[in-house]
C-alpha cells in the first residue's frame, strides 16, 4: 500500500525557513518532520512513499537519494503553483493499488492506522478522513453571573467540533468523483456531497506544525523522549461522526 504526501506548498507561514527549504524539512528532534511521518507510517508496515513535491523539490530529491533504503520512495514533481487537490490527482497513475493513503507533510498524530484501514472498509465509501477534536489556540476565562472569574483553561478543547487532521485512506475509483483544485475546499465538500466521505475519530495525540512557534513546540515534546506520535495508544475503537 503506497501512502501519498503532500509537500509542494510554500509554507507561508513558516518563512523565512521556506524561502530555501520544503516547509515539511522543517527540522523536529534533528529530522526532518516529514521524516517522522514516514517513520510513523514504517512503524505500522506501511513503507511506500509518493511524495507530492513541488516548492523546493530539489531539496526533497537530494536529501533522500542515499538515505532510507529501506523504504521506497518516490518524488513526484506536482508543480510550483498546483493546489492540494491538484496533486494528489497528479499522483494518481503513481498508485499501483485500489487502495492508499494520502496525508499532509506538516502534521504528527499517534493515528491507528490498521484501526483506521479497519473503518475505511466496514464504511463502504471512498475516501475516509481522520478528524480530531478542535483545541482552542486561546486559553479561556470561566466566570458567574457577577463576572467574578471563576476559572482559566489553558487551550481547552472545544466539545462537538472536529477538524481535518489528514490521515487519509482512499479507493483509487474516488479520482473519478473529484472536483476542484483544493482538497480542503472544493474537493473534500463535494465527495461529501456525494455521500462517498467518512470520518474517523481519533482522540489521541495530534499536533499539525503550521508556523515556527509550532516547530519549537513538536520540537520541544521530542526532546522529552519518545515522541508521543510514535507511540500508538490501546484505546476503543473509533467510528464514524454523526
Known amino acids: 500500500m503506497e501512502v501519498v504526501i503532500l509537500c509542494g506548498g510554500k509554507g507561508t507561514r513558516s518563512y523565512p525557513f521556506t524561502e530555501y527549504f520544503p516547509k515539511v524539512m522543517m527540522p523536529v528532534g534533528g529530522s526532518p518532520i516529514i521524516v ?5 507510517y514504517a512503524s505500522q508496515g506501511i513503507t511506500n512513499f509518493i511524495l507530492a513535491a513541488g516548492h523546493r523539490k530539489e531539496i526533497l530529491i537530494d536529501y ?34 485500489n487502495t492508499f493513503c494520502a496525508n499532509y ?5 499517534n493515528v491507528d492506522l490498521h484501526s483506521l484501514l479497519d473503518f475505511h472498509r466496514r464504511a463502504g465509501g471512498l475516501a475516509t478522513v ?9 486559553g479561556t476565562v470561566k466566570f458567574d453571573r457577577c463576572q467574578k472569574v471563576i476559572e482559566f483553561r489553558e487551550k ?12 487519509f485512506v482512499l479507493e483509487k475509483e474516488v479520482f473519478s468523483h473529484w472536483k476542484g483544485k483544493n482538497l480542503e475546499q472544493e474537493v473534500l465538500p ?15 495525540f495530534w499536533k499539525s506544525m503550521d508556523t515556527s512557534k509550532d516547530q519549537r513546540e513538536l520540537d520541544s515534546i521530542c526532546s522529552l523522549g519518545r515522541p508521543p506520535w510514535m507511540q500508538v495508544p490501546l484505546v476503543r475503537r473509533v467510528g464514524a461522526a454523526d
Open 36 to 40: 517522522h511521518l514516514m517513520r510513523l
Open 64 to 97: 533522500f537519494a542515499d538515505r532510507n533504503k529501506e523504504w521506497d520512495i518516490r518524488i513526484v514533481d506536482t508543480g510550483d503553483e498546483a493546489d492540494t487537490g491538484e496533486r494528489l490527482l497528479q499522483c494518481a497513475s503513481y498508485i499501483e493499488g
Open 105 to 109: 507533510g506538516d502534521g504528527l498524530g
Open 130 to 138: 481522520t478528524v480530531v477534536p478542535l483545541r482552542s489556540q486561546y
Open 156 to 167: 481547552p478543547i472545544i466539545q462537538d467540533y472536529w477538524i481535518n487532521a489528514g490521515f
Open 190 to 204: 463535494h465527495l461529501a456531497f456525494d455521500g462517498v466521505l467518512y470520518s474517523y475519530l481519533h482522540e489521541g
